[in-house]
């Protein structure tokens, strides 16, 4: 070997340290997580308060596209706007004492289709929003319920602390009876519910006091102080939040970072989003509490660690964000490695390779090009039209995580196209939303290709397919209600039993699965009494 040939070698092997180190610390810097709630618990407040405190690095711009908001202009934002609801989910990326937060949206309605749930497995922690006067709503309850399959910690937000709600000791009790984990709250408000004064913080024991911004501005003052001060100025209701912080910690209700990362504990946070109070405190939980991404493993149980070559996966894709721009984006979450503009990946299904030049972290209307992303972060590649959900992308292509969770659907419809003479814009169409996750898109054994089955987590996705058929692919399309309500993975072995028995259809899905759906679960237990032998797998469960 020459010397310059050795010379390269070290210099190559130097990079490759240096890379691994830095590859560590910026993964370290980084806090990727969600926030769960029901609607109008004020999630899209809070998001835009986390913002405000923080500086937003790249704001997507979606931040729900409600009256007032920037939105980004999608093709179907008219049908957000008339609901009120926002389908489309991005990404937030906000600085903070250093360290990069990473909020991904999950987009909230009383229907939700499998996009939201999705979003859960790109994230390494989410902030439950709870409504202090509703407490532990149904689609919380339901998102909680994908935290805990997946075992993401929990930070707990209890909001709308200025308006008249229940008592925060109920609040405590109401949520680790629901959820199973012990609260251990960081702040704790002076004041009841709708007399929002300020904040005991349980760790120093110092009193944070608001007063409302003179003028008209929602961002109020805040001021610091001693218990002491604190006693003298609150008189009894500074009292009370000292007793019982006291008895929060007489029953061991302090943060223990291991308990909360082991998922048995969740720490509690006390705001009035809308005033901004208490937004800075869950802020700081992001960077001190939230963890890093960490380790994954892949399909096979091997571990990859986060200084390994370049590796993501996709967990959602999307077209038509923006009507400039008519493309189709496909998200990824880096799990190892860094990304550098430029660099060629393959995906493990195909092992084609692609040359990731197009790659956006802005989505929307203002976008822009990133250059270099790390774990934690989220990518969106322009235009990877072979790419799909669950796909992992790495350097060799080798690497596979496991494939996302299928969450059961509870409605089905069969679907035809309302023209005839749009056949092929009816099957693009029909291929996309289901790549995307909005409906999954199925074909029956007795009905074949010609009227595919397509089922939903909610029905409002099949409102979604309408519009979004209509709009985007020039296909208006016709549904027929079926009669089931549940589904099951099936073996394709033993389809012929599944079609034999009463009241149950078989249905296969271009990822290879096959389903056996059921009009009710009395049924699908009659089936498994008669057929002890047969294996049918439940989906997770979102109610
Ligand atoms: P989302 O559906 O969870 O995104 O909820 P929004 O952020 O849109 O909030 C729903 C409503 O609650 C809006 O009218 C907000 O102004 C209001 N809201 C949000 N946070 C607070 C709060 O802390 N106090 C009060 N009084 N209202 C709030």
Redesign the pocket.
């Known amino acids: 070997m020459s010397t310059a040939e050795t010379e390269t070698l070290e210099t190559t092997a130097e990079v490759a340290r240096a890379t691994a180190a830095q590859v560590l610390a910026e993964a370290s810097r980084r806090r990727t997580i969600a926030v769960i ?12 308060a986390l913002a405000l405190h923080a500086n937003a690095i790249r704001e997507a711009g979606h931040v ?1 596209g ?1 009256a007032g908001r920037a939105g980004v202009a999608t093709d179907w934002q008219d049908m957000e706007k008339q609901r009120g609801i ?1 389908i489309s989910s991005a990404v937030l990326q906000l600085d903070h004492r250093g360290m990069v937060v990473n909020v991904v949206d999950t987009p ?1 309605h009383a229907d939700f289709s499998e996009d939201t749930y999705r979003a859960l497995t790109a994230v390494d922690a989410v902030i439950m ?1 709870v409504d202090a006067a509703r407490g532990m709503e149904v689609q919380t309850r339901k998102l909680f319920g994908v935290c805990k399959q997946r075992g993401l910690p929990v930070i707990t937000v209890v ?5 008249p709600g229940q008592e925060a000791l109920a609040l405590l009790d109401e949520i680790e009876s629901v959820t199973g984990l012990k609260p251990t709250p960081i702040t704790w408000p002076v004041g009841i519910a709708g007399d929002f004064r300020g904040l005991l913080e349980r760790g120093s024991g110092e009193y944070v006091k608001y007063t409302k911004a003179p003028g008209g501005a929602t961002r109020a003052l805040e001021q610091r102080m001693s218990a002491a001060d604190a006693a003298a100025l609150e008189g009894p209701s500074w009292q009370q939040a000292l007793e019982e912080h006291e008895l929060l910690s007489e029953t061991g209700a302090d943060h223990d970072e291991e308990e909360f990362l082991a998922f048995r504990t969740t720490p509690v946070y006390f ?5 901004n ?1 208490g937004v800075g405190q869950v802020l700081d939980a992001l960077v001190d509490v939230a963890p890093s991404p960490h380790d994954q493993r892949d399909v096979a149980g091997a571990t990859h660690t986060l200084a390994e070559g370049f590796s993501a996966q996709v967990f959602k894709t999307q077209t038509g964000m923006n009507p400039a721009h008519r493309d189709r984006l496909a998200f990824a979450r880096i799990h190892s490695g860094v990304f550098h503009r430029g660099m060629t990946v393959r995906d493990d299904r195909s092992g084609r390779p692609m040359v990731l030049k197009h790659v956006q972290t802005v989505f929307g209307a203002d976008r822009s090009t990133v250059d270099v992303a790390w774990p934690g972060d989220v990518i969106g590649l322009v235009n990877a039209r072979h790419v799909v959900v669950g796909d992992t992308l790495s350097e060799n292509g080798r690497i596979s995580y496991p494939p996302l969770p299928v969450f059961a659907p509870e409605h089905f419809r069969t679907v035809r196209p309302a023209d005839l003479r749009v056949g092929k814009q009816f099957r693009q169409g029909l291929r996309e939303l289901d790549a995307e996750g909005v409906v999954r898109v199925l074909t029956s054994d007795s009905r074949g290709d010609g009227e595919p089955v397509v089922s939903a987590v909610g029905a409002l996705q099949f409102d979604v397919v309408q519009y979004r058929m209509t709009h985007e692919f020039r296909s208006p399309v016709l549904f027929t209600e079926l009669p089931y309500t549940t589904a099951r993975i099936i073996d394709a072995a033993d389809a012929p039993l599944l079609r034999a028995h009463r009241g149950t259809e078989v249905v296969h899905h271009t990822d290879g699965r096959t389903f056996a759906l059921f009009t009710d679960e009395w049924r699908v237990r009659s089936f498994e009494r008669d057929n002890p032998g047969v294996r049918l797998e439940e989906l997770v469960a979102t109610s």
Do not use: F
């Open positions: 709630s029901h609607p109008d618990a004020g999630k899209s407040t809070l998001t835009e729900h409600k926002s909230g929003l909001n709308k602390w200025d308006r705001t009035a989003a809308v005033a109070t």
